[in-house]
């Protein structure tokens, strides 16, 4: 019974970034389906929480790690409900702050997994893409932030009002250089932020790649010796 419990708990830590990256393509795959009407911020809420939830496992392989998630995690889960319940702005303002730091920091967290570990493996690879999904909703939320602090930094062709999906799908569209100028920011600090995720997406893909090259050296090494 214990070699079961064993391998089992192996086996799950050993598929971290599955989970995480599951909650992530979840997320992105629904929310244009779930996010309208008066029941889509609490059904977007609920995804985005599977995301925290599995954000905090992707990370655990380290105590110090798993508290400063945790830390970030459970104000963000907290104040994203109270903000559902109670409409309050500020509530709103104060979660995208402790999302923002959350998605940023498991981002990092990852990274430095994926850059870190000579042996490649699904979960690996499971990272990398977790890491590029992470990125854009990090953006995402940081343009949120803004547009909530400063209403107009942004401009859309449709004349519509912000919401948070629309800037996930700007935030992705920005971060894979599309440019299709339906979105446009408009004041220097929402043009900064859309300049560094376009150089920070192009960077990473080129830093994958290359970090793919290398390890595919130290394979054909192993196998010289």
């Known amino acids: 019974m214990k070699n079961l419990l064993a391998r089992y708990l192996a086996r799950a830590r050993a598929m971290q970034f599955h989970y995480l990256l599951?909650?992530?393509?979840l997320l992105l795959a629904v929310y244009p389906y779930v996010s309208a009407?008066?029941?889509?911020?609490?059904?977007?809420?609920v995804l985005s929480s599977f995301v925290l939830i599995?954000?905090?496992?992707?990370?655990?392989?380290r105590r110090r790690q798993v508290v400063i998630a945790v830390l970030l995690a459970v104000p963000a889960f907290g104040l994203g409900w109270l903000h559902i319940i109670t409409g309050d702005p500020a509530l709103g303002s104060a979660e995208s702050v402790f999302t923002l730091l959350f998605y940023a920091f498991?981002?990092?967290?990852?990274?430095?997994?994926?850059l870190g570990t000579r042996r490649i493996t699904t979960d690996t690879i499971y990272g990398a893409v977790s890491v590029y999904l992470l990125m854009g909703l990090t953006w995402a939320t940081a343009y949120n932030l803004v547009?909530?602090?400063?209403?107009g930094s942004f401009s859309a062709e449709s004349g519509a009002g912000f919401t948070f999906p629309a800037f996930i799908y700007f935030s992705f569209v920005t971060l894979a250089t599309l440019g299709y100028g339906d979105i446009t920011p408009v004041?220097?600090?929402?043009?900064?932020?859309?300049?560094?995720?376009?150089?920070?997406?192009?960077?990473?893909?080129?830093?994958?790649?290359?970090?793919?090259?290398?390890?595919?050296?130290?394979?054909?090494?192993a196998a010289d010796e």
Do not use: C
Request: positive net charge.
């Open 187 to 221: 004041t220097d600090q929402a043009r900064s932020l859309a300049l560094l995720e376009t150089v920070s997406g192009t960077l990473y893909i080129a830093v994958l790649i290359a970090r793919l090259v290398a390890a595919a050296g130290w394979r054909t090494d």
């Open 37 to 45: 009407g008066p029941t889509g911020p609490a059904a977007l809420k």
């Open 147 to 151: 547009e909530g602090i400063t209403p």
């Open 106 to 114: 498991t981002a990092l967290v990852g990274l430095s997994r994926v």
């Open 22 to 25: 599951a909650s992530l393509v």
């Open 54 to 61: 599995t954000g905090v496992y992707a990370v655990s392989n």
